[in-house]
């Protein structure tokens, strides 16, 4: 009895494809968690907590990012980051705050609506070790990032697409009334999926002024009402 394997390019071999990659992905995320002493791993869909939010259902499933994608995201922005605040939409577990804790920020927030997962990345930011932290003022706030109010300082907010559109819209209205309050300084770095990106940030007033596969910087570009 023959057995058939798929050919390339079939819907066979990339589910192969995607499995292997996942399983790499995995080894290396137990293994950043084990040497670091922290738990940042896992692909766990919102719907597993039990906790209650009218946008549960609209958010998109917690996983772990890459910390070499979110380093060079870092650095291509090129910042002075002792001018600025680094906040997380989504942060999870807290793994994008240990790896921005690498860079001299003025201070990083956390924002996450699980508690489970807030209260998860508050223990990894006690527990972690082996980094090389030039910052380490971070907090993690539990709560609806639709309804956060932006301290008015500079800040670089940080996205892994963690939103359906619909709440990214409503984050994007509640970004842009602090800015109107509180002009200042903001850039945003939006990582993930690439179709997410541009839709999220690709319009007035922000400019995208980096594009890489893993990334992209946007800059907020002063309106003539904000210079007035």
Avoid at 29 to 45: E, S
Avoid at 65 to 74: K, Y
Avoid at 100 to 106: I, M, V
Wanted: charged share 30%; with cysteine; glycine share 6%.
């Amino acid at each position: 009895m023959s057995t058939t394997l798929p050919q390339p390019g079939t819907p066979g071999k990339r589910s192969l494809k995607k499995r292997i990659l996942r399983t790499i992905h995995n080894t290396r995320c137990k293994t950043w968690d084990l040497v670091h002493g922290v738990d940042t791993c896992g692909f766990i869909p919102l719907t597993t907590f039990q906790f209650e939010s009218q946008n549960k259902t609209a958010g998109l499933e917690y996983q772990s990012h890459h910390p070499r994608i979110i380093r060079d995201a870092l650095r291509a922005a090129a910042l002075d980051f002792k001018r600025f605040t680094f906040v997380d939409y989504g942060c999870g577990k807290g793994r994008a705050l240990l790896v921005a804790s690498e860079f001299p920020f003025r201070r990083i927030i956390g924002l996450e609506f699980v508690p489970e997962l807030a209260e998860i990345a508050r223990r990894n930011i006690k527990t972690c070790r082996g980094l090389n932290q030039q910052c380490r003022e971070i907090e993690v706030i539990t709560g609806d990032a639709t309804d956060y109010p932006l301290p008015p300082e500079p800040e670089l907010l940080y996205f892994y697409s963690p939103f359906s559109t619909p709440v990214m819209n409503k984050v994007f209205e509640a970004i842009e009334t602090s800015l109107e309050r509180d002009p200042r300084e903001l850039v945003v770095l939006f990582t993930g999926v690439l179709g997410m990106r541009d839709k999220a940030f690709g319009r007035p007033p922000y400019e995208r002024v980096l594009r890489d596969p893993g990334y992209d910087v946007y800059r907020r570009t002063q309106r003539r009402e904000d210079a007035a």
